[in-house]
């Protein structure tokens, strides 16, 4: 059963590592920041773990550690995608009148 | 389907839907034009994962998640707020952030699971746990340097990288027998404490330089420890975020590590800050010309092709703004002003780009070292702006040189070179830079957003329509 699931596991890291590699090849060096922030943001999604062991109260220390947690990931959830956006409006094509 | 209690189905499905939008997430990132969509297809994904998560069968409380939540909200927008010149620090801070959140989740485990917890996992959950405590004091220090909180000089000592190697090998070992011998609680402190402290010792001996390769480091060791994490609480959509977030900081370490042409074994095991303190050399006193902001602005505007060379320095000096107003004064002149940009050009990967664009220079003028490399014989000026080591020749041709076989940007193949700088003092890596006494290379000495400014001053007053 624990074994099967860590199979299972294994598949799903090393499908997603390739997407990883394959998608991420392709984006271009312009916007290597705003790419880390985004992934940084995403990174964040370990906040789940985080709300269930809050949520689930098992232990004092468990709600603790979990509660920090949560605050954690969340100001990065909310910073990262914030930030990324932000920078990505800068990005302007150039217009007809900078190169006449 | 009946191994899934209470709502575990519809979890499990919003979680796929959550793995596929972040993964269209990133993929939208490809192009400046569909990159905004990325952003919303992660902020979706984000939401629909946190809003099933709640439906968790197991929960008994919800006040503390709310409490958290709107913490966590409450420290996020002014770090979604930070100075674009601040970035660097900003992304440090936030990879610290992330693996906090892994490290406490993995001890939270630990003390709930031990001593009925298989090899396994107990195995996933040590390099859970090393993995993020390392990159949480790493990135602190990484932080600190970069917000010159701490000094920015690299700190070595004697025997520094087999007190490091030690120090993680004991860390190791601790893993090591707490897979074999789970019930040993009383050991897991020590574990976390060391690799809590090796964090600290491998961003000390990194010098300022060597950020770009340091932080898409950190970046992937934070992946990896919430992939990590996704094994541990056989959570699947957190496998996923790891492996993308572990292999985008990987790209962007090998990418880095190309740049600065060391190979990628040598970044890894943490050998960062060995190029420095190269012998000043025979200091002959060699001729430099220089010229003034009158003479740089008449040199500029005869010109057909310019490329303009951003460095740090040009941030550091918050130049960028200037910078904008000498691209618009010579576009207007039907002069071709391009940017030549190297891949560790600034303090992390794309730095330089985001600043220009913060100064509304289109994104189409930002050319990437490869693609301009081949036009610098073309160019009419090359006008470096704070950027040193990544412009020296010597990398080219100098085998005694620290930084030989180092790719840079060819801008001595222009027919003149400008270079605004301070004064001649050596770069962060210590090594003169033979550009700056060639014949055709114009060194233009004062504050890099004072020059600019006075060149613009000259191109826009003097003469011509304005």
Known sequence: MSGSIVINGLFIFMLAGFIGFEVIRRVSPLLHTPLMSLTNALDAIAVVGAIVLVGEHKSTLSTILGTIAVIAATSNIVGGFLITDRMLKMFKSSRPATKS | ?466
């Open chain 2, 1 to 466: 389907m009946n191994e899934f209690a209470g709502n575990q189905l519809p979890i499990e499905i919003i979680y796929l839907v959550a793995s596929a939008l972040f993964i269209l997430s990133l993929k939208w990132m490809s192009s400046p034009t569909t990159a905004r969509h990325g952003v919303w297809a992660g902020e979706l994904g984000m939401l629909l994962a946190i809003a099933g998560t709640l439906l968790h069968h197991g929960m008994v409380d919800y006040k503390w998640i709310a409490i958290a939540l709107v913490l966590g909200t409450i420290i996020g927008v002014p770090l979604g707020r930070v100075q674009m010149t601040a970035v660097p620090q900003r992304t440090a801070l936030s990879h610290a952030f992330g693996a906090l959140c892994v490290t406490l989740v993995g001890t939270a485990e630990f003390y709930l699971r031990s001593p009925d917890i298989s090899r396994f996992m107990m195995a996933v959950l040590s390099m859970e746990v090393i993995l993020g405590s390392l990159t949480f004091t790493g990135s602190l220090m990484a932080a600190g340097k970069l917000q010159e909180i701490l000094p920015q000089r690299p700190l070595t000592y004697k025997g520094q990288n087999l007190v490091n190697f030690l120090l993680l090998a004991v860390a190791v070992v601790l893993a090591v027998y707490l897979v074999l011998h789970p019930e040993a609680r009383q050991l897991y402190p020590f574990m976390l404490v060391i690799a809590l402290a090796f964090g600290v010792l491998l961003v000390i001996p990194i010098g300022g330089a060597d950020m770009p390769t340091v932080i898409s480091l950190l970046n992937a060791y934070a992946g990896l420890s919430a992939a990590a994490m996704g094994f541990v609480l056989n959570n699947k959509l957190l496998i996923v975020a790891g492996a993308l977030d572990g292999s985008s900081g990987l790209i962007l370490s090998v990418i880095m590590s190309k740049a600065m042409n060391r190979s990628f074994t040598n970044v890894l095991f943490g050998a960062f800050g060995q190029v420095q303190a190269a012998a000043a050399g025979a200091q002959e006193a060699k001729q430099v010309r220089s010229a003034t902001a009158e003479e740089a602005a008449a040199i500029l505007s005869a010109a057909n092709k310019v490329v303009i060379v951003p460095g740090y320095g040009m941030a550091v000096a918050q130049a960028q703004h200037k910078v904008r107003e000498l691209y618009d004064a010579l576009s207007k002149r039907g002069v071709d002003v391009r940017f030549a940009i190297h891949p560790v050009a600034g303090r992390m990967p794309g730095h330089m780009n985001v600043l220009l664009a913060e100064a509304d220079i289109p994104y189409d003028r930002l050319m990437d070292m490869d693609d301009i490399n081949s036009d610098f014989p073309q160019t009419d000026v090359a006008l470096v702006i704070g950027a040193n080591d990544v412009t020296n020749p010597a990398a080219r041709t100098d085998t005694s040189s620290p930084i030989f076989g180092m790719p840079i940007l060819d801008v001595d193949k222009a027919h003149t070179v400008m270079v605004i700088k301070r004064g001649m003092s050596p770069g962060f890596a210590g090594i003169d830079n033979p550009l700056y006494y060639l014949d055709n290379t114009l060194m233009l000495f004062g504050d890099a957003k004072a020059f600019v400014g006075s060149i613009v001053r000259e191109l826009t007053g003097g003469g011509g329509h304005s």
